[in-house]
C-alpha cells in the first residue's frame, strides 16, 4: 500500500495563478481532509469529504474548492493564488471518524 | 466551539532525560477522541496514540505514557530517557464533537510543541 500521496511536493505560484493539489489514497477510505499548516502553527482544516459526491467546509475554506469523484481521489483546487496562501497541505483519510488519520508527505506552496 | 492549547512552545533537554508535553483542550460534548501526533523534521504527521473521552486509563508505550485526565481537560504526553530521535513537532488534536450522532471526524489541532533533544 502507497497509503496517501499527494504531487506536487513543491510549487512556487505567481499571485492570481491556479492550481490543482493531488491527493490519492488506495485505502479505500471513506473520510478524507486537507489541512494546511502555516508556520509554528498546528494544522487547520480546509475541506473534507465523507465519501465520494460528499464535500463540505472546514474552518478555512475561503479561496479553495474541492471535488470527490471517486473514493480514492480528493483534489483541491487553487483559484487566484493569493500570498495568504502560502503554506503546507496535508491531505489525510481515515476508515471512519475517530479513527486515526493517515497524512500525506504534504505539498509546500509558495505564493509570490 | 473547540479548542486545544499546547502552552509549551520549544522545550530543549539533553538525551535521557524525562520529558512531559503538556495538552489542555475545551469542549462542551461529553462524548470526543483526543489524538497525539508527532511531526519530525522530515515533515510528515507519525499518529501516536488516540483516547476517546470515557477512558482515562493511562497508557504507556515503551518510553511513551500519556495521562488524560477530565477534570483538568488535560491529555499531557511523557517521553521516558528521551533520545535524539524524538526531536520532533509534537501535536495535540481533539476529534469534533459528537453533534447530533453525526461526526466526520475533523480535528482540532493545537499549535505544536518543538521538542529538542541533545546528545
Known amino acids: 500500500n502507497a497509503g496517501v500521496t499527494q504531487t506536487p511536493k513543491f510549487r512556487i505560484l505567481k499571485i492570481g495563478q491556479s492550481m490543482t493539489l493531488q491527493c490519492t489514497q488506495d485505502m479505500n477510505h471513506n473520510y478524507m481532509y486537507w489541512y494546511r499548516q502555516d508556520p509554528g502553527m498546528g494544522l487547520k482544516l480546509i475541506y473534507y469529504s465523507v465519501g465520494a459526491g460528499i464535500t463540505d467546509k472546514g474552518e478555512v475554506p475561503n479561496g479553495y474548492n474541492v471535488s470527490r469523484s471517486t473514493t480514492e481521489d480528493f483534489p483541491l483546487r487553487l483559484e487566484l493564488a493569493a500570498p495568504s496562501q502560502t503554506s503546507v497541505y496535508f491531505c489525510a483519510s481515515s476508515f471512519a471518524p475517530y479513527n486515526e488519520q493517515f497524512f500525506g508527505p504534504g505539498t509546500r506552496l509558495t505564493v509570490l | 466551539a473547540q479548542k486545544v492549547t499546547q502552552a509549551q512552545t520549544e522545550i530543549s533537554v539533553v538525551e535521557k532525560e524525562d520529558v512531559t508535553l503538556d495538552c489542555v483542550y475545551e469542549?462542551?460534548?461529553?462524548?470526543?477522541?483526543l489524538f497525539w501526533y508527532k511531526q519530525p523534521p522530515s515533515g510528515e504527521l507519525v499518529f501516536l496514540i488516540r483516547r476517546n473521552s470515557f477512558d482515562e486509563q493511562n497508557e504507556i508505550s515503551g518510553r511513551y505514557s500519556w495521562n488524560f485526565q477530565k477534570s483538568t481537560s488535560s491529555f499531557n504526553f511523557t517521553i521516558t530517557a528521551s533520545q535524539v530521535v524524538d526531536s520532533a513537532v509534537y501535536f495535540c488534536a481533539l476529534s469534533e464533537s459528537l453533534a447530533g450522532g453525526t461526526s466526520y471526524g475533523k480535528l482540532t489541532f493545537g499549535q505544536g510543541t518543538i521538542l529538542t533533544v541533545h546528545p
Open positions: 469542549t462542551r460534548d461529553t462524548t470526543y477522541y
